[in-house]
């Protein structure tokens, strides 16, 4: 019987597959079966085996995890691609995803009740993301960096970043949505709220959480007030699944 994300609307059903684990010729022959002929077409194209084997664990995620919740074959599952590129399930049957990936870890955000974005960095990517610094934060999120220790500096980066990512991600709008007119707040022991130009959004809609996955910061952005439960489904696609919060 398909499960249920939750009983309600403020838990958000994170399934997090590491490439890694996800390996051996017989599994990656199956994800390969999983795909549609546009998937495997993209999957072909990657030049290293690497990004492909990424590919090909992040599509088996997604449509391994959206059968969790519909009586739907993995290999069955369509997707088409809003205005600005992001995938969408055809036809709708309720169910909202996001999808992140690295080459060490893929993630896939689900809710029935609220739209949603997720994204995922590797911490030891805070250097880079520093070194663009002036052209993805605002003037006062780069001032409030630069008073912070070089470790903290370097956690913020992270954190403001995902968390920017996953908000431009539940907008459905990605890198047309300039990052520099998206800010976010902190409050003392809160999480980060997401502070935009009155043109784009008041930031009110959204609520934010980040959690910590080995080694990995998730930021997720969720439509609605209020406090934001995760649920955590470690898996390897097609394999086995661990469960916790």
Known sequence: ?????????????????RPASASGAELVARYR??????????????????HRHEFLVTRALVRTT???????????????????GRPAITPPCGLHFNLSNTASLVVCAVSEHRELGVDVEHLARAAD???????VFTDAEIAALRTLPPADARERA?????????????????????PKEISLRWGDGEAPRVLVASALDDGRA??????????????????????VRVAIHDVVPLQHTTEGT
Not at 33 to 50: N, Q, W, Y
Not at 66 to 84: C, H, I, T
């Open 206 to 227: 959204w609520m934010l959480r980040t959690i910590d996955v080995d080694g990995h910061r998730v930021a997720l952005c969720v439509q609605g007030a209020g406090l």
């Open 33 to 50: 079966a999983l795909l549609s002929p546009d998937e495997a077409e993209r999957a072909a194209g990657f030049r290293f085996e690497e």
């Open 129 to 135: 993301i520093l070194e663009v610094a002036d052209t």
């Open 158 to 178: 992270v954190t403001l970043w995902t968390c920017k990512e996953a908000y431009m991600k539940a907008r459905g709008m990605g890198m047309s949505l300039p």
């Open 66 to 84: 959206l059968s969790e919740y519909r009586e739907v074959a993995p290999a069955d599952w369509r997707f088409a691609k809003g205005e600005y």
């Open 1 to 17: 019987m398909p499960r249920s994300v939750s009983n309600d609307d403020a838990t958000v059903d994170l399934w997090v597959a």
